[in-house]
């Protein structure tokens, strides 16, 4: 049986280096049962012998939970500055927080948060000297406030609202119809709804997405056929009309329908990964002339942004890994007959409308720049920024001559600005009052070289007058895939690491979209390890440049990243004195037997590809890179009991693997929320205790009895 050590006894107050005579408490891991299960993949016989923690509603596992959470949290309540942390963070977090505002029916929507509600309240107001009235609160939903609103969507009148919940983090949703005006109930609710978006068909219905109810556990059995239906208002779910999917000849993991803003077309995608889709176009004038394709396979990238009338715009990457803007007219949509709009150039396009107008937003090495258009294709200005860091949310109605959109950096909390399409000039709507002073800490931007000779840039935040010593406390934080980018925006659990006198770095690393396609295409399938070398090559910076040391270094990421800070952890274990693998993909050779886990194989490919590819996978997955006897770093696992994108299971397996091989003295535990999901419409009151849980046992893993800066914690004590 393995064992930790945790140290006993109070904080010393006269230093904050951990006291190496101290006494050791001895704490057993739990034993976790082996049982004699493998896979045989192309004549080769891979055991799996945590196979029984698969199966989230058995009573075994279950148990194993509640023994995993009970040495994870003994520890975690042992850690002497854990509880002034949570504090810090729960006053920190305790400010006014407003959404970008929007327009719907002569309204002005807009989602807010007094401070600590667990989930963000939506309010509206009539015009701008109105009172605000509360027009949805998710607080009221559940008494735990576990369940969220996932999303929503308004008839084009505003006189009507259709709005998604998730229960616990799920991502299986109800949907509930609500008459705007009056806010009474107008139906029964709407289930089993997943991966799905809501857009009206004027005011008789609208269109959403879902998969057949899987056999077995909701939570984990796999979901591949996604259809779209109709769903008209006054009769029952069971008669809602299926518009695309169901056949067995043509099976799509997702598809999705919208309405273009003038209600003139339906537009479809179908693929059957995360990227690459089909586009397809129904005449809602003449639906019995059914789906028109305009691109015809899965290679590449395609949405309408808008329409005038028949013409199109389209934007795209095929033939442009940066993505760019073309037009065609809706009776030869096909891309033979696409001309440009606005080309494609160095770097990524992320565009949207509004006012009459494209706003082309660009990622200029992940720093937002903002170009407007006008509908002939004409540049009419540059936006200057507020400053630099990422801007989101250009685009409203076409009629609507000013909208708002957001602005943030690492080190500034995001505040709303009001734009004029015509002018070009905007005021500051908002700005939140908190306690944290920006102006004491700095974000710079570094280019450092990776092992195959590719630049990489890092955003490294921290306080000014910070020594590049080697023993600054110091996060790396990644993701690395799925054409996600990481573009500088503030958090509030952020800067409290930041007061501590903390170092949080983000390197934009291949798998993710910053510079495009082939950006992301070079840390796809067996090209992955690239993203894994582009993150090593991040903390040896970080120690060659004197930020920190491999003993204040902790390495973070979820989902994709917990994949990343797995695979690194197990290919460097000296290179990191702490590992925070949240919400990871940790056994790549079962991934895709899981939910909707086998729409991920554009990334990652599967196990069942080629004898290359399943070598390719078992020579990074982490499960299988545990070794025997290897010290591994401190090690904080986290996950969700209600997670159905990244199944616990990863978790679970990789935490009783990693106990049982580990040959060090450093604790490595897993900690399971129950009734919490991926992450998304997590209660505020969770995500404050697990940051306190996360940084207590970073800074305590790193040596610190008491913490690096206790005079941040002043206001609490005083």
Known sequence: MKRLFLLAGPALILSACMNQNSQPMDIAYP????????DTYFGQEVPD???????????ETEAWVRSQNAVTFGFLD???YREDLRKRLETLWNYEKLGTPFKEGGYTYFYKNDGLQNQYVLYRKASEDSPEEVFLDPNTFSEDGT????????????SMVAYSISEGGSDWRKIIVMDAGSREIVEDTLVDVKFSGISWKGNEGFYYSSYDKPKGSELSAKTDQHKVYFHRLGLPQAQDQLVYGGTESEKHRYVGARVTEDQQYLVLSASNTTSGNKLLLMDLNAPEKGFVPIVDHEESDSYIIDNVGSKLYIVTNMDAPNQKIVTADASQPEPEHWVDFIPETEHVLSPGTGGGYF?????VDAISKVLQYDYDGNLVREVPLPGVGSANGFGG???EKEFYFYFTNYSTPGSSYKYNVETGQYELYWKPEIDFDAEAYVSEQVFYTSKDGTRIPMIITYKKGVERNGKNPTILYGYGGFNVSLTPSFSTSNAVWLEQGGIYAVPNIRGGGEYGKKW??????????NVFDDFIAAAEYLIEQGYTSSEYLAIRGGSNGGLLVGAVMTQRPDLMRVALPAVGVLDMLRYHTFTAGAGWSYDYGTSEDSPEMFEYLKGYSPLHNLKEGTAYPATLVTTADHDDRVVPAHSFKFAATLQEKHGGDSPVLIRIETNAGHGAGTPISKTIEQYADLFGFTFYN???EQLPNPAALKEFKD
């Open 31 to 38: 034993e976790t049962a082996k049982v004699d299960t493998a």
């Open 49 to 59: 012998p945590y196979r029984w923690l698969e199966d989230d509603r058995s009573p």
């Open 78 to 80: 042992r850690i002497p």
């Open 147 to 158: 369940t969220s609103l996932a999303g929503l969507s308004f008839t084009k009148d505003g």
């Open 359 to 363: 706003f082309a937003e660009y990622m």
């Open 397 to 399: 109605k076409k009629e």
């Open 520 to 529: 992301h295409d070079a840390g796809t399938q067996m090209q992955k390890q």
């Open 702 to 704: 790193m040596g610190f």
